[in-house]
């Protein structure tokens, strides 16, 4: 059974930091390309960040870019997202991804960023 379940989201002030984790089960983690998307009221996913397979190399939305930064665990089939500097605009429903827009997905954490 194909499980991707998140954690670590929650309420935060401007500038706070949080770190998403993605548990993994079901399916051969290390071949996948992971990655984080997220979601704002009435708006579209869009992509947060991806690493890749094998090499662990990165790619960041413009709007993320030096704040935040994803990694994985091929050990441990997680992926991760730490996030600093946090502000309003990154409030959203994140969700871990595996294999790009028609690969299996989580079932998301909000992130709350007010004052």
């Known amino acids: 059974q194909v499980q991707l379940v998140e954690s670590g989201g929650g309420s935060v002030h401007p500038g706070g930091s949080l770190r998403l984790s993605c548990a993994t089960s079901?399916?051969?983690?290390?071949?996948?390309?992971m990655s984080w998307y997220r979601q704002a009221p009435e708006k579209e996913r869009e992509l947060v960040a991806s690493?890749?397979?094998?090499?662990?190399?990165?790619s960041y939305a413009d709007s993320v870019k030096g704040r935040f930064t994803i990694s994985r665990d091929n050990a441990k089939k997680a992926v991760y997202l730490q996030m600093n500097s946090l502000k309003s605009v990154d409030t959203a429903v994140y969700f871990c991804?595996?294999?790009?827009?028609?690969?299996?997905w989580g079932q998301g954490t909000q992130v709350t960023v007010s004052s």
């Open positions: 690493i890749s397979t094998v090499s662990g190399s990165t």
């Open positions: 991804n595996a294999g790009g827009l028609k690969g299996l």
């Open positions: 079901g399916f051969s983690f290390s071949t996948y390309r």
